[in-house]
């Protein structure tokens, strides 16, 4: 059974391939490496009848991960709500809008839960005692919750200025948790120099390879939800751009495996004004990334000036004729209120970016107003409080008596004017 459907890895470059240890670059052109799989193998066991017979976990698509034997970190991760946006996609101006709400993946809050499921698992299984993270706040929750579950040793890197409620959700499962002042890039770069000397398990640096696969399970689910179809339109908000690809990766492998039909689809980018080197290129008709070296933006955890996947993410976005937008702090703040008020869905600034960028997408006409999309919604807002702060008014404040509610109910200060 073991490694029946996953045994190696292979470079995206060249193709040479590599056993499927904790590595992550080829040797040959520093091409990054991919797992590689017999989907001949996997379509003679995998179809809807099966997948819709199991759990409703991301460990439906089990053989489409790169683990050998079976999970044993995050196994309740995935399976959210694909949510039917009607209110919202009236606000945007577009025909039919869906949001896939990842706010609430078990157990922290964020898409991140899927990515470490996969590489904690494949952690253990390659003898990891102690694993590791460079984060912008969401892979800390995530790696030391999931840790914590299984009794595995966690350190977690993030830079000092993230913000308290993600640095809390961090230690109180026990982590090591190290601020580090400087931007991500620079925490991700002594991540590396860590993961060498001390053989640790870094999940988006060693194990960079089995993390990001988990990301695939995002589309997979989008596709089951759909009723087995791909999305016209889906936007995606992006850090180092992984997600992005994967999601890409997904439409196309559960194409070939007749799971879907095939479709056009058009996969699109978003990230903040403040920190957006894959829209910058995109925009500018290259696949060449410009650093940017010193991220501003409310939406930190998508603050990644050197994003490792963006050439990739661009590709996929040119391939799929999808195009990239990016959004400034207020219009984040404006996206984050508009899916609470329409949908009652409360998203971290990364959500404010997805649902801003597909507004200003739609406006453009680059999503046509008759067509459908899927907004990508990665993280809960309760993570990120302080990018509301000063934007919403305080509650009212009354005595307990049936005179002062009258009074402010005639005030006008109401939102809404409840009939007597
Ligand atoms: C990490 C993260 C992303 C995007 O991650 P990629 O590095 O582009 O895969 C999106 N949203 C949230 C909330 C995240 O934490
Ligand atoms: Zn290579």
Redesign the pocket.
């Known amino acids: 059974m073991a490694g029946k459907f996953f045994s190696q890895l292979k470079c995206r470059e060249c193709g040479r391939t590599y056993p499927p240890k904790a590595i992550h670059v080829c040797e040959f052109d520093f091409g990054p490496l991919e797992a590689d799989y017999d989907y001949h193998a996997i379509a003679s066991v995998l179809n809807r009848k099966v997948i819709e017979s199991r759990a409703n976990s991301m460990w439906r698509y089990r053989e489409l991960l790169p683990i050998e034997g079976e999970p044993t970190v995050g196994r309740q991760v995935g399976f959210t709500p694909l949510v039917k946006a009607d209110r919202l996609a009236k606000a945007i101006g577009v025909k039919s809008c869906y949001v896939k709400n990842d706010t609430v993946n078990h157990p922290t809050l964020?898409?991140?839960d899927r990515v470490v499921a996969v590489a904690l698992s494949r952690a253990k299984e390659l003898g990891f005692k102690v694993v590791a993270c460079a984060s912008?706040?969401?892979?800390a929750n995530s790696v030391a919750a999931n840790a914590a579950s299984v009794g595995l040793e966690s350190w977690v890197l993030i830079p000092a200025d993230l913000e308290a409620n993600k640095v809390l959700n961090s230690i109180v499962y026990g982590a090591n948790v190290v601020g580090i002042e400087g931007a991500y890039d620079a925490v991700n770069r002594l991540c590396s120099e860590i993961a060498g000397k001390y053989g640790w398990g870094f999940v988006n640096v060693n194990l960079r390879p089995y993390y990001a696969e988990g990301?695939k399970t995002f589309g997979y689910e989008i596709m089951e939800q759909l009723g087995w179809r791909i999305p016209r339109h889906t936007v995606v908000?992006?850090?180092?751009?992984?997600?992005?690809t994967k999601i890409h990766k997904a439409y196309g492998e559960f194409t070939k495996l007749g799971l879907v039909g095939q479709a056009a689809f058009s996969i699109h980018g978003a990230q903040a004004t403040g920190c957006n080197p894959i829209t910058a290129a995109r925009k500018g008709g290259t696949d060449l990334i410009r650093p940017v070296p010193h991220p501003k933006t409310i939406a930190k955890?998508?603050a990644?000036g050197t994003p490792a996947d963006g050439y990739y993410a661009v590709k996929s976005m040119v391939a799929t004729r999808g195009w990239s937008e990016d959004v400034t702090d207020e219009e984040i703040v404006e996206g984050i209120r508009l899916l609470a008020e329409t949908e009652g869905i409360f998203a971290?600034t990364?959500g404010g970016v997805t649902v801003a960028c597909a507004r200003k997408l739609v406006e453009t006409g680059k999503i046509p107003k008759d067509e459908e999309v899927v907004l990508c919604v990665?993280?809960h807002g309760l993570k990120t409080v302080e990018a509301l702060t000063g934007h919403l008014s305080p509650p009212a404040k009354i005595r307990p008596s049936l005179r002062d509610f009258d009074a402010l109910l005639s005030s006008g200060l109401a939102k809404v004017h409840a009939k007597a």
């Open positions: 964020s898409f991140k912008t706040g969401n892979l990301s908000c992006m850090a180092s751009g992984s997600l992005l955890s998508l990644i971290e990364a990665t993280g």
